[in-house]
């Protein structure tokens, strides 16, 4: 296996995870949502699932955080480079690691909260 196709395989795999835990979020926000209660002409929801909801707002939320920093760092490095490189775009660079490793970071944490997120209401349900 080449370094490359790693590198796609991985592409593929947290684009895939992005997607389905962006769709897990809202999923798990209308499932809490149907526990709501009546009371009084007023609706309220069990405060354990509003911690669930909060996760999962917490989760989707960096999901957001994540693509706006990638499209604001690439922006920037890209309208760098560009100068630096006077606009050859056949020459090869390096980008730092530093924005790799913090969109990884914000990947990695919107996952997480959503799996504590699930948690939270699996346990309101047992």
């Known amino acids: 296996m080449k370094l490359q196709e790693c590198r796609k395989t991985f592409y593929e795999f947290s684009g895939k995870l992005s997607d389905n835990a962006r769709k897990l979020a809202f999923a798990g926000i209308a499932v809490a949502w149907i526990f709501k209660q009546e009371k009084d002409g007023l609706y309220t929801i069990p405060d354990t ?6 996760l999962f707002v917490i989760s989707l939320s960096l999901d957001l955080l994540q693509y ?3 499209t604001f760092i690439w922006e920037y490095f890209y ?5 630096q490189l006077q606009y050859d775009e056949d020459i090869d660079f390096l980008a730092p690691k530093a924005f790799k490793n913090i969109a990884l970071g914000i990947f990695w944490c919107k996952v997480i909260v959503l799996l504590i997120g699930y948690a939270v209401m699996i346990y309101f349900l047992l």
């Open 49 to 54: 699932l509003k911690n669930a909801i909060l």
């Open 68 to 70: 706006i920093w990638q």
């Open 79 to 83: 309208m760098h480079k560009e100068r």
